[in-house]
């Protein structure tokens, strides 16, 4: 079975970074984030490719980047310029044969990113 685990969420300060990580059990096509508020939908926030192509949502543009190491199965995320608005549980998600995550095939449990002000 796939797994995807992800290590790196935490609380910090505004204007602060963290960053994320997440292990693959499996080589993966797409590999990324998503994002989910308390009371919101859980939305798109980047991906990255085989080919390291990358899209990030408009909201995190210019403050988050995402890497991968495709030999480990590995991708971060690196966020910068965190604010409040950015609290919330992230997933990591991947696709083995797609190079979209439009419908991730596979899912990380989550971890807990809070962004005080």
């Known amino acids: 079975q796939v797994h995807l685990v992800e290590s790196g969420g935490g609380q910090v300060q505004a204007g602060g970074s963290l960053r994320l990580s997440c292990a693959s059990s499996?080589?993966?096509?797409?590999m990324g984030w998503f994002r989910q508020a308390p009371g919101e939908q859980r939305e798109f926030v980047a991906s990255?490719?085989?080919?390291?192509?990358?899209i990030y949502t408009s909201s995190v543009k210019g403050r988050f980047t995402i890497s991968r190491d495709s030999a480990k199965n590995t991708v971060d995320l690196q966020m910068d310029s965190l604010y409040p608005e950015d609290t919330a549980v992230y997933y990591c998600?991947?696709?083995?044969?797609?190079?979209?995550?439009?419908?991730?095939?596979?899912w990380g449990q989550g971890t807990q990113v809070t962004i005080s002000s």
């Open positions: 990255i490719n085989s080919r390291g192509a990358t």
């Open positions: 499996q080589s993966m096509n797409a």
């Open positions: 998600a991947a696709n083995q044969y797609v190079g979209s995550l439009i419908n991730p095939g596979h």
